[in-house]
């Protein structure tokens, strides 16, 4: 995504894209956790979901977007070490 960025592409349809990237990855973690009985981690990727729905999106300020953006980020980097796959 962060080379998406460097396209020329409406700003509006970047930040569509990313919405859609986000909740995908976001659910997908939503589950592998609830595969593993981590309920917390479920939770709160499905927090994640919801304030990056596409479909319903909320309308905030860009400060608070950005703060939402590190969060997010710092959610995903932390359930590389927290949500291991199960086959």
Do not use: C, E, H
């Not at 986000?22 to 592998?32: E, G, K, Y």
Request: zero cysteines.
């Amino acid at each position: 995504m962060a080379l998406g960025a460097l396209a020329p592409v409406p700003y509006y349809a970047y930040f569509q894209l990313m919405n859609w990237v986000v909740v995908v990855a976001a659910l997908m973690t939503a589950w592998q956790a609830y595969k593993q009985n981590t309920l917390w981690i479920v939770w709160l990727f499905a927090l994640v979901a919801v304030v990056f729905n596409p479909l319903a999106p909320l309308y905030l300020q860009a400060d608070v977007w950005r703060i939402a953006d590190i969060i997010a980020a710092a959610l995903f980097v932390l359930s590389f070490f927290l949500v291991r796959t199960k086959n």
